[in-house]
């Protein structure tokens, strides 16, 4: 398929593993100049170079995103590099599992921790995107989470429900503009942090009802339709919240258990 993106230049967030690496390499793929956004150097140069080695062009940038004045300088960068922002992908994120008080951390220290990758980096680097995207028009994708239906994880489900009310008011604002704005939510996907454990027969077990599929999802699965969004195909399409979870959102306790006998 020609996704358009033959010399875009692209921006994702958390683009170092997970999800978001499955959405650099695909867009690299398909052509665009990809620029990755995390804090973990190592994994960041890991990507990039397995992305040049394909014939891919990809940068990596140590930032974090949560820091107004960091991201506002890498943007700035980038204008200065390139003078041009064709897509930003905000797939930067981090789950708690605390969902009262936590005692390590004081209670603003738990916001800042949550809020900086799940929300206030997507704001942060949509702001400063803003400047350059506007000159040609482009897409902006927010990788969101089911969490922000199901209300569990705490503080993460509220950023994420949080995203999605922004992707909206953002597609509002910044239609006049030519920029369009959507939202995947992805349900449980299989990444490092999500797999299931080999040697715990309970948590292999729950791998295969995270869906109505009988699986967890793939980073690729999530990808794809990033890239729909973020491509030429989807030019009718802004301000939406798309759901990819296998169907896991649409059944309650009750149904599940008659769907795994």
Request: net charge negative.
């Amino acid at each position: 398929m020609d996704w358009g993106f033959e010399d875009a230049v692209a921006l994702v967030t958390g683009g170092n593993s997970g999800i978001g690496r499955s959405i650099s390499m695909h867009l690299a793929e398909a052509g665009a100049q990809v620029i990755m956004v995390a804090r973990d150097r190592v994994k960041g140069e890991a990507v990039r170079k397995e992305i040049i080695e394909l014939g891919g062009r990809a940068e990596f940038h140590s930032v974090q995103l949560g820091d107004h004045d960091a991201v506002k300088a890498l943007l700035e960068d980038i204008d200065r590099r390139y003078g041009a922002l064709n897509v930003l992908v905000n797939c930067a994120g981090g789950s708690e599992r605390n969902q009262g008080v936590d005692e390590s951390f004081s209670v603003m220290q738990r916001w800042d921790r949550v809020s900086g990758g799940n929300f206030l980096s997507a704001f942060l680097a949509t702001t400063y995107a803003l400047p350059i995207m506007q000159r040609t028009g482009g897409a902006i994708v927010n990788i969101s989470s089911t969490g922000s239906i199901h209300g569990n994880y705490g503080l993460y489900g509220a950023m994420k429900a949080g995203l999605e009310g922004m992707t909206r008011s953002m597609a509002l604002e910044y239609a006049p503009l030519g920029i369009r704005v959507n939202a995947i939510s992805p349900g449980w996907v299989e990444t490092p942090f999500t797999a299931p454990t080999p040697d715990d027969p309970a948590h292999i077990e729950w791998a295969t009802t995270a869906s109505l599929l009988g699986r967890m999802g793939h980073v690729d699965e999530i990808a794809m339709p990033t890239l729909f969004f973020a491509s030429k195909h989807s030019s009718y399409i802004t301000g939406t919240t798309l759901i990819v979870d296998g169907g896991n959102s649409i059944i309650d306790a009750t149904t599940k258990q008659i769907h795994a006998r």
